[in-house]
């Protein structure tokens, strides 16, 4: 090697240091554990387009705006299985070894309890898109913040509408799945139905493994409830309704969280789904504006549909939201400091395409009109708020 | 040459013990992995490398050494107490349990331990009003900075292999260990000619449990928060056989080798392949069957012999 | 509820559970082999049938057979390629070697399919018999799940290769030696333990939603029902699969879902302690 080819080599190494030096330094890093395979896997999936809808609009716009300079954004992403332990390994992995910036929590209510204390170990914040329950923010993490409002809010608006639409319904059967959310949604409700003064006729818990519901059904039709309320996966939801149908099991009201939010509940269920009505965190039907990449529901509604060829449901819009959320931090710290981006999270108080975003003490979004949705006719109609009503509430036949 | 492993072990270890200060925090958590699994391996090697009883229990006492010392330090109880006892607790389990138990033989042993797991995830479950059914349980944190707790869950966990590694010397060339591989051999031999196989077996269950609880309770006090699907998990119960299959049965080392080969290679493999990881260590995992049947430790034998 | 409810809700999912056991019975007991890719063959013969349902129109009822007959295919190479090789290892062997093709086999399925619940859509209605009620398509389910395990046992009982199988597993130096081609009827053993998968899947596909995640769940119930009810033997699984089905339906009655659950594996436990040959079987594998 002569001299002129050693000094092209080192010309081309120190252009090739700096340009990527200065690359990183202009990306900023976010952290994604994604369920991509195993128990939570089409749950995840539904995360991994929301961040990438949200990673190419930002990006488009030539990334956030970090105190007067653009810097593009850059997601990490790996499967963490839907295991705990890898999702404990992998928010060090992302923090340590990839170097990101911020997190975001993978799908499992659990799961983000545990990649939360890792993160705030370091300092670094969380944002949860899937995660409603009180119990997954009551360790104290200050780095934890979540775009659900709390689950009480769903329950009470539930309990309102029903109580005013069908008066009769008094009595009332609660069959949970024994897993943080579905639980939670269960208890939550088993306290507001009391406090209401509804019956509760029946409080029962089935497992994570559980094949088959036909006898927790059967004895639910055997005490002749007035609302039937079931929590589970999209998968356990389907199998009850189907399973309800089979047995002869009615009521005048069927609710069941989060089935009728979900495309995949009403496809596997056709004329089965008619009448179930359940609670959601946000309905792409909503006609908020603001200051975000989409700009009003609408916008992001119409890019979904666009691109997925369904309605996005509200598990699609916290995660967007969650990334808007941090952007909006970021924009309003000025810096990518995680401390103070930190801080902006905690006293954010914007209104996005998702809803208004304002973050309790705890973490948690706060609560608001979360709509009430009900099938009818093969489709999910919203019954409540008023703002976006499109009908009322029906007694199932 | 007979020093050869011990002195590269002693290496190994120390090398590990290092790390902190060799590397990030992430190799630091790598280096702990390394460390939990070499445990969980040795243990499993008592009672289904030694004994040759292929035992499926290895998620029941992880777990129930986790809610016993999440419990206990709920309770107040002083952290490195609360996995102490909670070793105690599952030694005793598994003592009693083994009991029934080890009075089956090969397929329905194996299937009985695995049901073990299951019934255990289940009364946690529950229990719920105790240990929070599937909410899962929170567990006090400990404070500390990143590099503080990497540490003190590296040495944790360094320390329970450490003593595993001891245990598996003084079994291997004790009496337990001639009679638990006469055991393997022909049982039935063996009971005639005095040993007693019944205390000898369940010695090696109440063995196999003893640092899988306190590995269980020390994971716990890690993430801070337990849950009953994750604690009792049947991937972690099949893993640990195939670590130390892939190491050499029945051998001092085998399951270190083993167990470290495996995690290392489920973490190049996990990080490298988005989609495919799965397959990709299924495949690796089908090709040591086929090409390694006694474990990488006999390959080496066999080198050395010849 | 009347107790006559429980016994049918038992009864109808215990007849599902027997055909998902039956294979895995067969394999283990013959091969000794524990195959833990029955839960995904299962969902394979489950999706399989979904599509043909979904894109060919075809009802499940009439997908089982050739579902069943690809399943066959496909058991048939993996054991005649790969599981021959370490068929007289220790369980741990190849109890890791199938785990390790599950793995494949499930990345494979997840990536194709997707984990998203399918589910064949078939109202057929239900029969109400004083106040017990029967919903059809499980007595469907019901009515084919015993059909094909029958149909299992005469074929054991009564045909060359039935009767080569039943040697092969009393004793498999003898059959050799009376010039049964080993390999060959463990090949055909496995293939037909993988058929009698799929078929229950595409029973299964009817009663249950389909998804990836649930593959786990079908093996854990395989391995309570082989022990409850016996290794090896088609009268087994079927002992296994219903006693199985009525215990959880009593426990669910009785106390609640999560005991339901239980109260299998304590059953089980107790058995494989007390008579591990289970209800009906004869001295298996050790």
């Not at chain 1, 120190?14 to 896997?41: F, R, S």
């Not at chain 1, 089979?246 to 069927?254: E, G, H, R, S």
Request: net charge positive; glycine share 10%; with cysteine.
């Amino acid at each position: 090697m002569n001299v002129k080819s050693i000094f092209g080599l080192a010309a081309a190494l120190v252009c090739g240091a700096l340009a990527t030096g200065l690359a990183q330094a202009q990306t900023i890093k976010i952290g994604a554990p994604l369920a991509l395979t195993g128990g939570l896997a089409d749950e995840g999936k539904k995360q991994a387009i929301a961040y990438d809808m949200w990673l190419k609009r930002i990006n488009a716009q030539g990334g956030i705006n970090v105190g007067g300079k653009k810097m593009r954004v850059e997601l990490v992403q790996y499967d963490y299985q839907t295991q705990e332990q890898r999702a404990q390994q992998l928010a060090e992995k992302l923090i340590v070894d990839d170097k990101v910036d911020f997190l975001l929590a993978p799908f499992g209510s659990g799961h983000t309890k545990v990649v939360a204390g890792v993160a705030e170990r370091y300092g670094v914040p969380v944002m949860a898109t899937s995660a409603s329950s009180d119990v997954i923010f009551n360790q104290g993490y200050k780095f934890l913040f979540g775009t659900l409002a709390p689950n009480s809010g769903s329950v009470e608006n539930l309990i309102a509408v029903v109580t005013k639409g069908i008066p009769s319904a008094k009595r009332i059967a609660i069959l949970g799945r024994e897993d943080v959310f579905p639980k939670a949604m269960a208890t939550v409700m088993s306290d507001a139905a009391k406090k209401a003064g509804l019956e509760i006729i029946s409080l029962e818990y089935y497992p994570v493994g559980a094949l088959d519901l036909a006898t927790p059904i059967a004895k639910i039709r055997s005490l002749k409830p007035d609302w039937i309320y079931i929590t589970g996966y999209s998968k356990d939801l389907v199998l009850a309704k189907k399973q309800m149908a089979d047995l002869n099991v009615k009521a005048p009201v069927v609710t069941m969280i989060t089935g009728p939010v979900y495309r995949e509940f009403i496809d596997s269920l056709g004329p089965l789904a008619e009448g179930v009505t359940s609670a959601s965190w946000w309905h792409h039907s909503a006609q908020f504006k603001g200051d975000d990449p989409w700009g009003s529901t609408k916008a992001f509604y119409d890019e979904f549909v666009a691109r997925e060829k369904s309605d996005p449901d509200y598990v699609h819009a916290a995660a967007a939201a969650a990334l808007v959320a941090l952007q909006k931090a970021i924009e309003k710290a000025g810096t990518i400091d995680k401390a103070k981006v930190r801080d902006a999270l905690a006293s954010l108080d914007i209104m996005t395409f998702y809803g208004p975003i304002k973050f309790s003490a705890n973490g948690m979004n706060g609560g608001r009109d979360l709509p009430i949705i009900q099938v009818q006719g093969g489709k999910p109609v919203v019954l409540h708020p008023e703002s976006i009503k499109q009908g009322t509430l029906k007694p199932v036949q | 040459m007979k020093r050869l492993p011990y002195v590269a072990f002693a290496l190994w270890f120390l090398l590990l013990a290092a790390v902190p200060f060799l590397a990030s925090n992430y190799f630091v958590k790598i280096a702990t992995f390394l460390a939990m699994y070499a445990a969980l391996a040795l243990s499993w090697n008592f009672i289904g490398g030694y004994t040759g009883y292929p035992s499926f229990s290895t998620a029941a006492f992880f777990g129930l050494g986790a809610y016993t010392g999440a419990l206990l330090q709920n309770a107040g109880l002083w952290v490195g107490l609360a996995w102490a006892c909670a070793a105690v607790v599952t030694t005793v389990f598994a003592a009693v349990i083994g009991f029934a138990i080890l009075r089956m033989r090969g397929h329905y042993f194996a299937i009985g331990s695995i049901a073990l797991v299951e019934a255990l995830m289940l009364v946690a479950s529950i229990l719920a009003d105790l240990t929070g059914g599937g909410e899962g349980l929170n567990v006090k944190i400990m404070p500390g900075g990143p590099d503080y707790i990497g540490r003190v869950f590296l040495y944790t966990m360094l320390g329970i292999m450490l003593a595993a590694f001891i245990t598996t010397v003084l079994v291997d060339r004790g009496r337990l260990g001639f009679g638990l591989r006469c055991i393997q051999q022909n049982e039935d031999a063996a009971d005639m000619v005095g040993i007693d196989t019944r205390r000898y077996k369940t010695a090696a269950f109440a063995l196999s449990a003893v640092f899988c609880g306190a590995i269980g309770a020390a994971y716990a006090s890690w993430v801070a928060y337990i849950s009953p699907s994750d604690s009792f998990s049947i991937l972690l119960t099949l893993k640990v056989p195939v670590m130390v299959l892939l190491g050499g049965p029945g051998t001092i080392f085998g399951p270190i080798v083993g167990s470290a080969a495996f995690v290392m290679m489920e973490e190049t493999i996990w990080s490298k392949y988005l989609e495919y990881h799965q397959a990709v260590l299924g495949l690796v995992i089908v090709l040591l069957i086929f090409f390694l049947p006694g474990g990488v430790l006999r390959v080496f034998r066999r080198r050395a012999a010849a | 509820m009347d107790y006559g409810q429980v016994v049918a809700n038992g009864l109808m999912i215990g007849a599902v559970y027997a055909c998902i056991a039956v294979g895995f019975s067969l394999v283990w007991g013959v091969l000794n082999v524990i195959n833990m890719m029955h839960g995904s063959f299962i969902m394979l013969g489950g999706y399989l049938t979904f599509f043909a349902w979904l894109h060919l129109k075809v009802s499940p009822i009439v997908s089982v057979v050739p579902v069943a007959a690809i399943l066959f295919v496909v058991g048939y190479l993996i054991q005649y390629l790969m599981i021959n090789r370490v068929v007289m290892q220790p369980v741990l062997t190849t109890l890791t070697l199938t785990f390790g093709l599950d793995m494949i086999l499930y990345n494979f399925m997840n990536l194709w399919f997707t984990a998203t619940p399918r589910r064949v859509v078939l109202d057929l209605g239900r029969l109400d018999l004083g106040g017990v009620i029967l919903p059809l398509d499980r007595v469907v389910a019901m009515g084919l799940a015993l059909l094909l395990t029958g149909l299992l046992y005469t074929v054991m009982r009564t045909s060359r290769i039935g009767r080569a199988i039943v040697a092969v597993r009393m004793d498999r130096d003898a059959a050799a030696l009376m010039g049964i081609r080993v390999n060959k009827v463990y090949a055909i053993t496995f293939g037909i333990g993988a058929l009698m998968a799929g078929a229950c899947g595409a029973l299964v596909a009817v009663v249950f939603p389909i998804t990836t995640s649930v593959t786990g769940l079908f093996l854990g119930k395989a391995f309570v029902i082989c022990v409850i009810g016996g290794l090896g033997s088609v009268p087994g699984a079927l002992v296994g699969g219903l006693a199985l089905g009525l215990i959880e339906a009593f426990a669910g009655f009785w106390f609640s879902p999560q005991t339901a659950i239980l109260a299998g594996f304590v059953i089980m436990l107790v058995l494989l302690v007390v008579r591990p040959t289970g209800l009906v079987g004869r001295r298996g594998y050790e």
